[in-house]
């Protein structure tokens, strides 16, 4: 099994080309299951992720094609076989944004419930109850969902608390169905926004894209498109703001949409970090002291995401005084503190706040990823640490990082990926 072995780092210096979002990917690939035919989606990362779904689309009798320009070729035209296996669905929980566009197309599906995650339950009632309200028959047995439905028929559905996957795997069935269908408390993220955009271009008719309300006329037929291009991933670039800020140097990052990161932006200027933010690029300058401590919320689209609270967490670690992070979105999403915590952070948590004493020195240690943004906190705080520190179950942050250590060795960090 993969590990890293980290150095402590002199200061990043250089820039970082921002790779294609893995949460656009995932379900933009799924969305491709309506297109029948092939579309060439660019900008797409290289992560585990984006081929465990080329498996699952390959597994229902489709093809995806990997070309050396970081893109792909996703030709849905035969795919027949409207079932996703647990295998594939438990490594890899958007794997279940199938479900939507398997019952637009084919009325029927059968896809395996994703289960728990690392950090706690995950659960998958708000898509169901959505699917449902279309008029989409639902059972669990022996563990998959089996869907069926005769006629889709548009309705109004409040989810209880917004939901990107539930928004997502709704739509791709509201789009076809009979009338009307409003969505209240819909996700405004841009990864929904670019998902229902390319729904637009195939035919679909949804409004109030990046508001909380999506209204969507149902079509009888979508028409198929030649292409989408990915869109940046803000949560890496927002990973590389925050190691850069934490370690200190001068860093350009690059290819973002630096809107999509304004949370993010606010709150290092609150923490006293220099970035001077371009068109389509920020440039951070810290000299990884000085930092003060800020307290953070995880939210919604635009609040602060919950996929950058582990990495901020790290910085926070080294700001001056006492600072807390509370979790709004996964209450339980805090595995990363014990493994902190070994490399000489002291973070407490009181009833899901972390309160987090900043000035630590860290030291290296042999610590263990947890998921896919808890290893990027540990990277940082790797670089961060006195000596050397050794990262285990590296296959978390290859989910979900492109090329990372590449990314990160080529402004100044010594990071080596051994087996
Ligand atoms: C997506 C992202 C993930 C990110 C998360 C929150 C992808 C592939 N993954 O995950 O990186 O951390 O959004 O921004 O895009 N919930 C329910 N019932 C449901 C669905 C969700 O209770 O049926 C709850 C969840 O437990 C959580 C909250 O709603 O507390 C938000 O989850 P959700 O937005 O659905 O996350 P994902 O789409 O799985």
Known sequence: MDYFEIKESKKLYGSVKVSGAKNAVLPLMAASILNKKKIKILNVPTLSDSITMSKLIEEMGGNVQFDSDDSIIVDSSKLNNPYAPYDLVKTMRASFYVLGPLLARFKKAKVSLPGGCAWGPRPVDFHLKGLESLGVKISIENGYVVANARQLVGNKIHFPKISVGATGNVVMV??????????????????????????????????GIGSNTLLIKGVKSLKPIKEVSVIPDRIEAGTFLIAAAAVGGEVEIKNIIPEHLESVTNCLLKANIDINVRDSSITIKSDGKNILS?????????????????????????????????????????????????????????????????NKNLIGADVMSTDIRASAALIIAALCAKGVTNISRVYHIDRGYDKIEKKLTNIGANIIRKK
């Open 294 to 358: 800020t307290n953070i919320e995880t939210n919604e689209y635009p609040g602060f995401p919950t996929d950058l609270q582990a990495q901020w967490m790290m910085l926070m670690c080294l700001a001056d005084g006492t600072s807390t992070i509370k979790e709004n979105i996964y209450y339980d999403r805090f595995t990363h503190i014990m493994e902190l915590n070994r490399l000489g952070c002291n973070i407490k948590l009181e009833d899901s706040v972390a309160i987090i004493e900043g």
């Open 174 to 207: 509201a789009i076809l169905a009979e009338g009307t269908t409003t969505i209240t408390n819909a996700a405004a993220e841009p990864e929904i926004q670019q998902l229902c955009k390319m729904l637009n271009e195939m035919g679909a008719k949804i409004s």
